[in-house]
């Protein structure tokens, strides 16, 4: 099936500010971030693996973004980046955190003719990947590869009838809803894991605390303080197998809020840190650690050992168990007492391992152990689930997603 050809330039909204950049260098600095106010989107909060990530902002103050009125982006605006990983696309969704946004430098933002263009359908579009590699084959690459508004403006498209466009975008929204849905299942899951970490080892109320005697004035009746190398082994040595290919993962592969490892790929290996199913990898440079990069290791065969980058620590579980490391490892005192730990060059420093020998851990006695892993075994096995049904749900959609762009199928 063949469709009309149009550049993006002409299905934008006939309304001012419709298609622009950026801010000019100086006009948004880190100068001009506040603790609340409008947020600023940056590459952050545009994902493969989301439509648009409405969360862990930069704000800048009511004025400011009146200021920059021209670089506002609103509900329904599809945000492109300028500069960095090109091809990354998304869409501010109708029911957004925040009534307006400011984009970056590094961003462009695009509003739409909504009686020639569905919004929809032109973020998915963009994730096409040819769609993906023109922009990629446009880019300047003097310097960092780039793009500009000019290029963007000249990017041909398909534009079939406004009521095709909708129908396409209805069952490529159908997946991302199904998979958007996992994921908010999975958020809940994860933090009741955590919080019950919260409830049962920092305030204490563990089964049974309220007949249970404090020794000291401290600890509980058969609890025990060491520092967290005797709970821990922190990088524990271990030996690849004779095969060529292992599961290597990188510091990028790694969330920020969720326990989930966002890729694993097979590749030869080489030297580098090594971990197996129940281990947590944590990272241990600036500003990865800030921002709160942590996983837990769960995609692999019990018999597998992985591999993965120098710049995170394996942590595995010792006189605990392997939901008790990951849970300790989200923790603000924990993450705080790394953070000092830090030494190396501005920018670019990294955690002593030797910090992990004076942060003090509570071991509750085995009965507690046992039932805590109970019960956040069950939380972490649904996790693991709902994430294989998304990727299930995302191959599905990828492979949809060329085929009704190119009108091979019929809807």
Same mark, same amino acid.
């Given at each position: 099936?063949?469709?009309?050809?149009?550049?993006?330039?002409?299905?934008?909204?006939?309304?001012?500010?419709?298609?622009?950049?950026?801010?000019?260098?100086?006009?948004?600095?880190?100068q001009h971030y506040v603790e609340e106010g409008v947020p600023v989107i940056r590459g952050a909060n545009l994902s493969?693996?989301?439509? =648009?990530?409405? /969360?862990?902002?930069? =704000?800048?103050?009511?004025?400011?973004?009146?200021? *920059?009125?021209?670089?506002?982006?609103?509900?329904?605006?599809?945000?492109?980046?300028?500069?960095?990983?090109?091809?990354?696309?998304?869409?501010?969704?109708?029911?957004?955190?925040?009534?307006?946004?400011?984009?970056?430098?590094?961003?462009?933002?695009?509003?739409?003719?909504?009686?020639?263009? /569905?919004?929809? =359908?032109?973020?998915y579009l963009f994730r096409h990947p040819e769609t993906v590699q023109n922009i990629k084959n446009r880019a300047i690459?003097?310097?960092?590869?780039?793009?500009?508004? #000019?290029?963007?403006?000249?990017?041909?498209?398909?534009?079939?009838?406004?009521?095709?466009?909708?129908?396409?975008?209805?069952?490529?929204?159908?997946?991302?809803?199904?998979?958007?849905?996992?994921?908010?299942?999975?958020?809940?899951?994860?933090?009741?894991?955590?919080?019950?970490?919260?409830?049962?080892?920092?305030?204490?109320?563990?089964?049974?605390?309220?007949h249970t005697r404090i020794i000291d004035g401290i600890l509980p009746e058969g609890w025990e303080r060491v520092p967290?190398?005797?709970?821990?082994?922190?990088?524990?040595?271990?030996?690849?197998? /004779?095969?060529?290919?292992?599961?290597?993962?990188?510091?990028?592969?790694?969330?920020?809020?969720?326990?989930?490892?966002?890729?694993?790929?097979?590749?030869? #290996?080489?030297?580098? @840190?090594?971990?197996?199913?129940?281990?947590?990898?944590?990272?241990?440079?600036?500003?990865?650690?800030?921002?709160?990069?942590?996983?837990?290791?769960?995609?692999?065969?019990?018999?597998?050992?992985?591999?993965?980058?120098?710049?995170?620590?394996?942590?595995? @579980?010792?006189?605990?168990?392997?939901?008790?490391?990951?849970? *300790?490892?989200?923790?603000?005192?924990?993450?705080?007492?790394?953070?000092?730990?830090?030494?190396?060059?501005?920018?670019?420093?990294?955690?002593?391992?030797?910090?992990?020998?004076?942060?003090?851990?509570?071991?509750?006695?085995?009965?507690?152990?046992? *039932?805590?892993?109970? =019960?956040?075994?069950?939380?972490?096995?649904?996790?693991?689930? *709902?994430?294989?049904?998304?990727?299930?749900?995302?191959?599905?959609? /990828?492979?949809?997603?060329?085929?009704?762009?190119?009108?091979?199928?019929?809807?």
């Amino acid at each position: 099936m063949t469709w009309p050809i149009d550049k993006i330039e002409s299905i934008k909204a006939n309304t001012r500010n419709s298609l622009v950049g950026g801010p000019f260098g100086s006009e948004l600095t880190t100068q001009h971030y506040v603790e609340e106010g409008v947020p600023v989107i940056r590459g952050a909060n545009l994902s493969d693996e989301q439509a =648009f990530i409405d /969360d862990n902002f930069v =704000f800048v103050s009511e004025q400011k973004a009146d200021k *920059l009125i021209a670089n506002n982006a609103y509900p329904g605006d599809i945000i492109f980046t300028q500069r960095g990983t090109l091809g990354q696309v998304g869409i501010i969704p109708k029911n957004s955190n925040f009534p307006r946004y400011v984009i970056s430098q590094s961003q462009m933002k695009l509003r739409v003719d909504s009686t020639k263009a /569905d919004e929809r =359908f032109v973020y998915y579009l963009f994730r096409h990947p040819e769609t993906v590699q023109n922009i990629k084959n446009r880019a300047i690459t003097s310097g960092v590869p780039h793009i500009n508004l #000019g290029i963007l403006r000249e990017i041909e498209i398909p534009v079939p009838h406004l009521d095709m466009q909708r129908k396409i975008a209805n069952i490529l929204v159908a997946y991302d809803d199904m998979i958007e849905n996992n994921r908010r299942r999975m958020t809940l899951l994860e933090d009741a894991a955590r919080l019950l970490y919260q409830e049962w080892f920092v305030h204490l109320r563990f089964p049974g605390y309220e007949h249970t005697r404090i020794i000291d004035g401290i600890l509980p009746e058969g609890w025990e303080r060491v520092p967290a190398v005797e709970a821990i082994e922190i990088n524990p040595r271990m030996q690849l197998s /004779d095969e060529k290919e292992h599961w290597w993962v990188e510091m990028s592969d790694l969330p920020t809020e969720s326990m989930v490892i966002q890729k694993a790929i097979k590749r030869e #290996g080489r030297s580098g @840190s090594k971990f197996r199913n129940g281990d947590t990898l944590f990272a241990r440079i600036t500003p990865c650690l800030e921002n709160g990069k942590t996983g837990f290791v769960n995609f692999m065969d019990d018999n597998e050992v992985g591999q993965g980058s120098t710049e995170f620590i394996v942590m595995r @579980s010792n006189r605990v168990t392997p939901e008790y490391v990951y849970c *300790l490892a989200r923790t603000y005192n924990f993450r705080e007492n790394a953070i000092k730990s830090m030494i190396g060059s501005s920018g670019r420093q990294r955690v002593q391992v030797s910090s992990f020998e004076k942060y003090m851990v509570l071991i509750p006695p085995l009965k507690i152990l046992d *039932l805590f892993r109970c =019960f956040t075994e069950l939380l972490f096995d649904q996790i693991k689930n *709902l994430h294989i049904q998304n990727q299930k749900l995302r191959a599905a959609r /990828d492979l949809l997603l060329p085929r009704l762009m190119n009108g091979e199928i019929a809807v």
